[in-house]
T-cell receptor, first 112, second 111 residues
Framework: DGGITQSPKYLFRKEGQNVTLSCEQNLNHDAMYWYRQDPGQGLRLIYYSQIVNDFQKGDIAEGYSVSREKKESFPLTVTSAQKNPTAFYLC???????????FGSGTRLTVV | QQQVKQSPQSLIVQKGGIPIINCAYENTAFDYFPWYQQFPGKGPALLIAIRPDVSEKKEGRFTISFNKSAKQFSLHIMDSQPGDSATYFCAASIRGSRLTFGEGTQLTVNP
């Protein structure tokens, strides 16, 4: 079955450490996105990529970095510069045009 | 102008009721309006979507009503069930650009 796989499902990080969240899709989608979701809040866009080797900052990119070396993969690194990284992180992908997004199951990151 | 305003923030109905969630937008260039359903601890899933050339779209118990002149669209859930309890997000995009999401509505359907 085609879909988006996010790993790990739960992640714990010590303050001051960088951590990388994985997102892999086998849907042959061109565009990929990273969102952050805090309890009881909406979806805030961190970064997005519409094509391999290219990506753009979203609304809350500070303290995050991404790469898009392969069409299937769009990893997100939460750096130590991110002041409040504890959140639920969602990866999504889409085809060009208005076809909606397919979301992964998310990674819950907790800073301890 | 890129914002999508969603209301209410939370909604509680009895089983069998018809919850209605509303969204409003300013940018008349938006041409795709999807709704997503999210269960706790899961990613959102596309529920139903509409384009501005139609005023209503129904899929099963879920209906989108679209009012182009008022720049509003809404989700109606007929014969709601406890299993419909989830967070619902509206969204909008222009010619396949990235989606702009509403703030979300937490729906609770009591047995």
């Amino acid at each position: 079955d085609g879909g988006i796989t996010q790993s790990p499902k739960y992640l714990f990080r010590k303050e001051g450490q960088n951590v990388t969240l994985s997102c892999e899709q086998n849907l042959n989608h061109d565009a990929m996105y990273w969102y952050r979701q805090d309890p009881g809040q909406g979806l805030r866009l961190i970064y997005y990529s519409q094509i391999v080797n290219d990506f753009q900052k979203g609304d809350i990119a500070e303290g995050y970095s991404v790469s898009r070396e392969k069409k299937e993969s769009f990893p997100l690194t939460v750096t130590s510069a991110q002041k409040n990284p504890t959140a639920f992180y969602l990866c999504a992908s889409s085809l060009p045009g208005n076809y909606g997004y397919t979301f992964g199951s998310g990674t819950r990151l907790t800073v301890v | 102008q890129q914002q999508v305003k969603q209301s209410p923030q939370s909604l509680i109905v009895q089983k069998g009721g018809i919850p209605i969630i509303n969204c409003a937008y300013e940018n008349t260039a938006f041409d795709y309006f999807p709704w997503y359903q999210q269960f706790p601890g899961k990613g959102p899933a596309l529920l139903i979507a509409i384009r501005p050339d139609v005023s209503e779209k129904k899929e099963g118990r879920f209906t989108i009503s679209f009012n182009k002149s008022a720049k509003q669209f809404s989700l109606h859930i007929m014969d709601s069930q406890p299993g419909d309890s989830a967070t619902y997000f509206c969204a909008a995009s222009i010619r396949g650009s990235r989606l702009t999401f509403g703030e979300g509505t937490q729906l609770t359907v009591n047995p």
